[in-house]
């Protein structure tokens, strides 16, 4: 452990929440932005947590849990939607309608019965009716990858902790495009608002 872990422990920080007893997956924002090169957005560590992401939703559609995505959409480039959003991050003008950056990667499509969320802010539960999703479907736990892992996997983490779910971030489902944000950010959540979870841990436990 070092001397930072420890002074999280010490203080009362990183205890564990614990898997409940009914989970679901969301994947956060899982498209071909992050693994297209020439896109602003790609992440050089994108296709290996879509391998992952992959693994969690095969796992999650075989024992039956629900399974959530999420993919950013605006009307046009001027992502009118959230404008505040825009200015700050221009580069969100790729998930204009019709652009292939906003799509879904095929290992990624969804089935009949899974819930695709368009939404314009970074948290899935921002203006959505995620969480009204999940309590319908009596889940407890929120098992959650996806891009990226300091933007939108956080944000979503931390509002799946306010609206009373158990956030379980897993590791190698998530990207970012440098690895100080990424680690960093991991770090972070799993002392304050999710357990952080390694991907052979997350199939078990839905399993």
Not at 9 to 37: H, I
Not at 63 to 74: K, Q
Not at 123 to 128: M, V
Not at 131 to 151: E, P
Request: glycine fraction near 8%.
């Amino acid at each position: 452990m070092s001397f930072l872990g420890d002074d999280y422990l010490n203080a009362g920080f990183s205890r564990r929440l614990g898997w409940g007893s009914s989970p679901a997956l969301l994947l956060v924002d899982p498209v071909m932005a992050y693994l297209v090169p020439d896109s602003p957005l790609y992440c050089d560590t994108a296709a290996a947590a879509l391998t992952a992401m992959a693994s969690l939703l095969g796992a999650a559609r075989a024992a039956g849990h629900p399974v959530a995505f999420t993919a950013v959409g605006f009307a046009d480039e001027t992502c009118a939607e959230a404008p505040l959003f825009a200015t700050k991050v221009p580069g969100l003008r790729v998930f204009a309608d019709g652009s292939p950056l906003a799509a879904l990667p095929p290992q990624l499509t969804p089935v009949p019965g899974e819930l695709m969320i368009r939404k314009h802010y970074a948290s899935a539960f921002a203006g959505t009716a995620l969480a009204a999703w999940l309590t319908a479907g009596r889940v407890d736990t929120v098992v959650i990858g996806g891009y990226s892992t300091s933007g939108c996997v956080r944000a979503s983490a931390v509002d799946a902790l306010q609206a009373g779910f158990r956030p379980m971030v897993v590791r190698e489902a998530c990207a970012d495009r440098a690895p100080g944000p990424h680690t960093s950010n991991l770090f972070d959540l799993d002392a304050k608002y999710a357990d952080v979870v390694s991907l052979d841990s997350a199939r078990q436990h839905m399993e």
